[in-house]
């Protein structure tokens, strides 16, 4: 069984940045693509980020030339670094990667409040 494991979020003042990582656990298998999604209160879940198996890689337009996508060391791993955070890139971020279906994290909270 795969799970997914983040870390990295919490509370910064706007402009500050912060680094989510993630990790896939329970396979042998590459992830066909590993991604970041955000769901702010009462809005719909959106992509922020995503890397596929080529390394190739997309971004909401509301965070390009801010946040920047990459793989860790270890296998089927990842980290968002996010810079120049807004108050409106508050949400829970959850970490996707995709195997023979998509799997899902927990959720970790960002907050960016003065």
């Known amino acids: 069984q795969v799970q997914l494991v983040e870390s990295g979020g919490g509370l910064v003042q706007p402009g500050g940045s912060l680094r989510l990582s993630c990790a896939a656990s329970?396979?042998?298998?590459?992830?066909?693509?590993m991604g970041w999604y955000r769901q702010a209160p009462g809005k719909e879940r959106e992509l922020v980020a995503i890397?596929?198996?080529?390394?190739?890689?997309n971004y909401a337009d509301s965070v390009k030339g801010r946040f920047s996508i990459s793989r860790g060391n270890a296998k089927n791993s990842m980290h968002l670094q996010m810079n120049g955070l807004k108050p409106e890139d508050t949400a829970v971020y959850y970490c996707?990667?995709?195997?023979?279906?998509?799997?899902w994290g927990q959720g970790t909270q960002v907050t960016v409040s003065s």
């Open positions: 996707n990667a995709h195997f023979i279906r998509p799997y």
């Open positions: 329970g396979t042998v298998n590459s992830a066909i693509s």
């Open positions: 890397i596929n198996i080529n390394n190739s890689t």
